[in-house]
T-cell receptor
Framework: DQQVKQNSPSLSVQEGRISILNCDYT??????FLWYKKYPAEGPTFLIS?????DKNEDGRFTVFLNKSAKHLSLHIVPSQPGDSAVYFC??????????FGTGTRLKVLA | DGGITQSPKYLFRKEGQNVTLSCEQN?????MYWYRQDPGQGLRLIYY???????QKGDIAEGYSVSREKKESFPLTVTSAQKNPTAFYLC????????????FGQGTRLTVV
C-alpha cells in the first residue's frame, strides 16, 4: 500500500513559469513532510520541508503548501529554471525514523 | 567536509554471490538508512538503524542484512536470497529528534549478471 503518492510521473514547464508538483498521503500520523531533488545516478538532495503545524513554508524560489484535511502537499517553484530539471520526490515521516517516499515526478523546464 | 560516502559507485557481481555495500558518515548522525531505487518505484526502505547495535527492517528487507557496530558505519549485504538485486542503492543518515531531514550518499549501482 503506497502511503505517499505522486500521481504525475512527469511535468514540463516553460522557463520562467511556475512549476507545481503534487503529493498525496494516506497516513494521518505523518507530521513532517520533505521534498528532495534527484539527478540520475546521484543521491537525492534535500530541498525544503514543512511540519504539520504549518500550512506553508517558503525558501527562495521554493514554497511548500500543506493541506492536512485533504492529506495533500505541493511544491511550487517560481520562476522555473532549466537547472530545476530533475526528479522530485516527496517524503513523509511520523517521527519513527522512517522516511516514506513517493515515486517521484520528473520535471523538465524548457528553455 | 562532512558527508555520507558510499562505495563503490558501480558494482558487478555474479548471481548467487553475496555482496556488501559500504556506507560511512562523518556527520555524527545517530540514525542511518538503506533505500533501494528501481525505475518507477521511488525509494523503498530496506533497513534503518536509530542507534549503534540496533536496526529494524523496512518495507523490503527480505534478502538483505545489515550491521551497525559503529556510529559512522552501516554496511548492507545483499545476499543470494534477494531475488532481484540489480538496483540503485542509497544510504542516508539523520540526527535524532523530530523534524529533521535525511542526508543521502551518492548511491551504488549494483548489477548482478
Amino acid at each position: 500500500d503506497q502511503q505517499v503518492k505522486q500521481n504525475s510521473p512527469s511535468l514540463s514547464v516553460q522557463e520562467g513559469r511556475i512549476s507545481i508538483l503534487n503529493c498525496d498521503y494516506t497516513n494521518s500520523m505523518f507530521d513532517y513532510f520533505l521534498w528532495y531533488k534527484k539527478y540520475p545516478a546521484e543521491g537525492p538532495t534535500f530541498l525544503i520541508s514543512i511540519s504539520s503545524i504549518k500550512d506553508k513554508n517558503e525558501d527562495g524560489r521554493f514554497t511548500v503548501f500543506l493541506n492536512k484535511s485533504a492529506k495533500h502537499l505541493s511544491l511550487h517553484i517560481v520562476p522555473s529554471q532549466p537547472g530545476d530539471s530533475a526528479v522530485y520526490f516527496c517524503a513523509a515521516t511520523s517521527g519513527t525514523y522512517k522516511y516514506i517516499f513517493g515515486t517521484g515526478t520528473r520535471l523538465k523546464v524548457l528553455a | 567536509d562532512g558527508g555520507i560516502t558510499q562505495s563503490p559507485k558501480y558494482l558487478f557481481r555474479k548471481e548467487g554471490q553475496n555482496v556488501t555495500l559500504s556506507c560511512e558518515q562523518n556527520l555524527n548522525h545517530d540514525a542511518m538508512y538503506w533505500y533501494r531505487q528501481d525505475p518507477g518505484q521511488g525509494l523503498r526502505l530496506i533497513y534503518y538503524s536509530q542507534i549503534v547495535n540496533d536496526f529494524q527492517k523496512g518495507d523490503i528487507a527480505e534478502g538483505y542484512s545489515v550491521s551497525r557496530e559503529k556510529k559512522e558505519s552501516f554496511p548492507l549485504t545483499v545476499t543470494s536470497a534477494q531475488k532481484n538485486p540489480t538496483a540503485f542503492y542509497l544510504c542516508a543518515s539523520s540526527t535524532s529528534g523530530d523534524f529533521t531531514e535525511a542526508f543521502f550518499g551518492q548511491g551504488t549501482r549494483l548489477t548482478v549478471v
